[in-house]
């Protein structure tokens, strides 16, 4: 299968549609250059995670076609049924959403890099998986994790407290299924984002004291980008502004 391209989803896929995804794309890409020049930063220093939930598989399908490879979904189901319909051999999915430890084996066998690790049970479930899926041909390296460090304390928006940060990242360092590979966090909704991304930016830093090698850090979105980016963001995970308003809910 490697270098081999299935035929589109759609074989006559709706040009409006691609139009409008091409010009959204070009300018948030021109956007992040933006970012990334007046944080005086290294051109190509951040990458863009289109986050294509609720959107079908035949947009994810166009963005492919115009070069992007990355894409960030957020439930196990939808996600799967995307995997399948899209067998591009060289998509990197990414698990953006918040994940229950009876999800970790499906996500194990399609997964890339999982961003919302905020507890030992789930790392460790989500270890057993990988390794599993390693063994059996599923995959052919460990999943990369992203610890979801919490910025406010609100366990209803997921994240591992900072205090906990450090035995959480020992934890899946010592993982033989799993790759740390840094930090996730998403702003408080009625806090300052510009203090919230300083504060994200000290933890990643601390961690990379123990884990040089923890050097992702997912940060920023559609509203925030420019700020995340000007306190290191290496990714930043883009819905809206480039997908538009979601077709369908998330119930």
Not at 28 to 45: C, F, N
Not at 200 to 205: K, R, V
Request: with cysteine; aromatic share 4%; charged share 25%.
């Amino acid at each position: 299968m490697s270098g081999q391209r299935p035929e589109p989803v759609l074989a006559d896929q709706d040009a409006v549609r691609t139009a409008e995804l091409s010009a959204r794309l070009d300018g948030l890409l021109a956007r992040i250059d933006t970012a990334v020049a007046a944080a005086g930063r290294p051109a190509g220093s951040v990458r863009l995670l289109p986050v294509t939930k609720f959107f079908p598989a035949a947009d994810v399908d166009i963005l492919y076609r115009l070069g992007r490879r990355e894409f960030g979904e957020a439930r196990e189901q939808e996600a799967s049924a995307k995997v399948d319909q899209l067998a591009y051999d060289d998509i990197e999915w990414h698990m953006i959403g918040r994940l229950q430890r009876n999800k970790a084996r499906a996500v194990a066998r399609w997964a890339h890099t999982v961003h919302s690790v905020d507890s030992e049970r789930l790392a460790n479930a989500l270890d057993r998986a990988a390794q599993d899926a390693l063994a059996a041909g599923e995959r052919t390296a460990p999943l990369r994790v992203l610890l979801q460090v919490s910025l406010d304390d609100d366990p209803g928006r997921g994240g591992v407290a900072p205090a906990d940060l450090p035995a959480l990242a020992d934890l899946v360092a010592k993982a033989p299924g799993l790759d740390l590979a840094g930090l996730m966090a998403i702003p408080p909704l009625d806090a300052a984002t510009d203090a919230s991304f300083a504060n994200l930016a000290t933890l990643h830093t601390s961690l990379l004291a123990q884990h040089a090698d923890a050097t992702e850090l997912s940060a920023g979105m559609s509203g925030d980008l420019e700020v995340a980016v000007e306190h290191g963001s290496t990714c930043v995970r883009v819905g809206t502004a480039l997908m538009g308003a979601r077709p369908i809910t998330s119930a």
